[in-house]
């Protein structure tokens, strides 16, 4: 059974910092990608940052220069570094992976709260 769990998010002020993983286990197959989405109150949840096999990312515009995912293959973990944080950036975040095992699998992490103070 695919699990993904999630760590790293809390309070923070407006200007700080946080770093979440999320760490998959009993993942069979090759991953091919790794992502993070958020989902804020009364909002549709979207794509922030997303990480290949080949290691390209790419990031909503809204994070640009300022978010940064990784990914340990060794680990199953996918990084995501988030600094310069304002207001707007609290949400649920999740993570996302996509498998491919004969079909390509989607898998998703129960999500962890990130909450900017002004």
């Known amino acids: 059974q695919v699990q993904l769990v999630e760590s790293g998010g809390g309070l923070v002020q407006t200007g700080g910092s946080l770093r979440l993983s999320c760490a998959g286990s009993?993942?069979?197959?090759?991953?091919?990608?790794m992502a993070w989405h958020r989902q804020a109150p009364g909002k549709q949840r979207e794509l922030v940052a997303t990480?290949?096999?080949?290691?390209?990312?790419n990031y909503v515009d809204s994070v640009k220069g300022r978010f940064a995912i990784s990914r340990d293959n060794a680990k199953n973990t996918v990084y995501l570094q988030m600094n310069s944080l304002k207001p707007e950036d609290t949400a649920v975040y999740y993570c996302?992976?996509?498998?491919?095992?004969?079909?390509?699998?989607?898998?998703w992490g129960q999500g962890t709260q990130v909450t900017v103070s002004s």
């Open positions: 996302n992976v996509g498998v491919v095992a004969g079909p390509l699998y989607n898998y």
């Open positions: 009993g993942i069979i197959g090759s991953i091919v990608y």
């Open positions: 990480i290949t096999s080949g290691g390209s990312t």
